[in-house]
């Protein structure tokens, strides 16, 4: 058996009170407006009435926090999958204005086709493509939710559609907590959907932690 359709989910706000670009670090779990957001997906998620069958996340806290909800709410064991965490970055620990201001950072810009201050784009896709593969093709039955971040779900996004996987980070399409739909078509997985259940929290909120 097969999933019918796979749910890539975004983490929440993250309670990041110096703006540092948090990566692999770990300790940053959700603010008190991120759980609220996290809840957001997950009834989302519950009021589409579609049968789930899996549920896996990142490693990283902000993924786990965000997943416990949807588990929760569908009653579903979370299994941590290594493959969807958010990639290595050269600007990791750091107040990203603060340290694009220092000439000794600016050799990490060079490439942003690459890009040269972290892990490759194409790295990233292949990585998650595996494990979005793997989680449809084990499922029992029903769809799959996978609970990740907002590059990985970006390269996604862009790899399906055929786009360059090189971007402007500014104008990203993959809001706290949104829902990226995917389903099998044929021999390949397409986009079907994109949802963005905690819009009405979003004012305000930070999301920096991660280009």
Same mark, same amino acid.
């Given at each position: 058996?097969?999933?019918?359709?796979?749910?890539?989910?975004?983490?929440? &706000?993250?309670?990041?009170?110096?703006?540092?670009?948090? +990566?692999?670090? @770990?300790?940053?779990?959700?603010? &008190?407006?991120?759980?609220? /957001?996290? *809840?957001?997906?997950?009834?989302?998620?519950?009021?589409?009435?579609?049968?789930?069958?899996?549920?896996?996340?990142?490693?990283?806290?902000?993924?786990?926090?965000?997943?416990?909800?949807?588990?929760?709410?569908? +009653?579903? @064991?979370?299994?941590?999958?290594?493959?969807?965490?958010?990639?290595?970055?050269?600007?990791?620990?750091?107040? /990203? !204005?603060?340290?694009?201001?220092?000439?000794?950072?600016?050799?990490?810009?060079?490439?942003?086709?690459?890009?040269?201050?972290? &892990?490759?784009?194409?790295?990233?896709?292949?990585? /998650? /493509?595996?494990?979005?593969?793997? *989680?449809? *093709?084990?499922?029992?039955?029903?769809?799959?939710?996978?609970?990740?971040?907002?590059? @990985?779900?970006?390269?996604?996004?862009?790899?399906?559609?055929?786009?360059?996987?090189?971007?402007?980070?500014?104008?990203?399409?993959?809001?706290?907590?949104?829902?990226?739909?995917? &389903?099998?078509?044929?021999?390949?997985?397409?986009?079907?959907?994109?949802?963005? @259940? *905690?819009?009405?929290?979003?004012?305000?909120? !930070?999301?920096? +932690?991660?280009?």
């Amino acid at each position: 058996m097969v999933a019918s359709q796979i749910h890539l989910v975004r983490h929440g &706000e993250v309670l990041n009170p110096h703006d540092v670009l948090y +990566g692999r670090i @770990p300790g940053y779990g959700l603010s &008190e407006r991120g759980r609220l /957001m996290a *809840a957001a997906a997950a009834a989302d998620l519950v009021a589409r009435e579609r049968p789930v069958s899996s549920l896996y996340a990142s490693p990283l806290q902000r993924a786990q926090e965000s997943a416990q909800p949807i588990s929760e709410a569908l +009653g579903l @064991p979370i299994v941590t999958e290594d493959r969807i965490i958010e990639p290595t970055n050269w600007f990791e620990g750091t107040n /990203m !204005k603060k340290a694009l201001a220092l000439p000794k950072n600016w050799w990490a810009l060079r490439n942003p086709r690459v890009p040269s201050w972290g &892990e490759p784009y194409t790295q990233v896709f292949e990585r /998650m /493509m595996t494990a979005i593969q793997d *989680a449809w *093709a084990t499922a029992d039955s029903g769809d799959v939710v996978l609970v990740s971040h907002q590059l @990985p779900i970006v390269m996604v996004q862009r790899g399906l559609a055929g786009e360059h996987l090189y971007h402007d980070p500014r104008k990203r399409r993959c809001e706290l907590s949104s829902i990226t739909t995917l &389903e099998r078509r044929g021999d390949r997985f397409v986009e079907v959907g994109y949802a963005t @259940p *905690a819009q009405a929290l979003s004012a305000g909120a !930070k999301d920096v +932690g991660a280009v």
